[in-house]
């Protein structure tokens, strides 16, 4: 069991430049989540899935967007990079009715210069 | 709005040495309580959780006592080891919802 997988581990972008993080779990799990992790400010969630087909804005959604591909795949787009985004991503997941228990990926280290 | 405020670190310890890394919340409601575990290079793990007043997490050597009166979820090792060394995050979930909020972090280094 691969569990949550994330690509690509590391990423350098140039300001206004866009990518695409991708998510991925094998555990049959409804939601899924994306954060981000910033020094001494543990971790902010972006956005949620609650369930395939629905997705909602977490506390610091802007400048991200969001697909739920399917059940096992979730993404978050950049458009246009900013130097403010610099951090690290996480994705996690978690059975739709256990909430409290997310599971999350080895994460993505993003540059913006 | 519900926030998580947990001790600066690092945390240097020796092997075998007691562990306290102070916890304290503030939620709306009846938040349930945990506490992940982050290893270098890896992403976060639950390490335990209390969902009520006066319930108690443990795992693995760690407990939390879910502290109501003192609005607290600190987390005890009685004797760590090396391979305890990583960063540890409180957070709590206020209700039903899909949001968590975590502390800032408190890394623990543990020498042999």
């Known amino acids: 069991n691969a569990g949550v997988t994330q690509t690509p581990k590391f990423q350098v972008l140039k300001t206004g430049q866009s990518m695409t993080l991708q998510c991925a779990q094998d555990m049959n799990h409804n939601s899924m989540y994306w954060y981000r992790q910033d020094p001494g400010m543990g971790l902010r969630l972006i956005y949620y899935s609650a369930s395939e087909g629905t997705t909602d804005k977490g506390e610091v959604p802007n400048g991200y967007n969001v697909s739920r591909l399917n059940k096992r795949e979730f993404s978050l787009r950049l458009e246009s990079a900013a130097p403010s985004q610099t951090s690290v991503y996480f994705c996690?997941?978690?059975?739709?009715?256990?909430?409290?228990?997310?599971?999350f990926g080895p994460g993505t280290r993003l540059t913006v210069l | 709005g519900n926030s998580v405020t947990q001790m600066e670190g690092p945390v240097t310890l020796s092997e075998e040495a007691f562990l306290t890394i102070n916890c304290t919340y503030t939620?709306?409601?009846?938040?349930?309580l945990f506490w992940y575990v982050q290893y270098p290079g890896e992403g976060l793990q639950l390490l335990l959780k209390?969902?009520?007043?006066?319930d108690k997490g443990s795992n693995k050597g760690f407990e939390a006592t879910y502290r109501k009166e003192t609005t607290s979820f600190h987390l005890e090792k009685g004797s760590v080891q090396v391979s305890d060394s990583a960063v540890y995050f409180c957070?709590?979930?206020?209700?039903?919802?899909?949001?968590?909020?975590f502390g800032a972090g408190t890394r623990l280094f543990v020498k042999a």
């Open positions: 209390a969902t009520k007043a006066d």
């Open positions: 957070a709590l979930r206020d209700g039903g919802g899909f949001k968590t909020i």
């Open positions: 939620a709306t409601g009846y938040p349930s």
């Open positions: 996690a997941s978690s059975r739709e009715y256990e909430t409290d228990t997310q599971y």
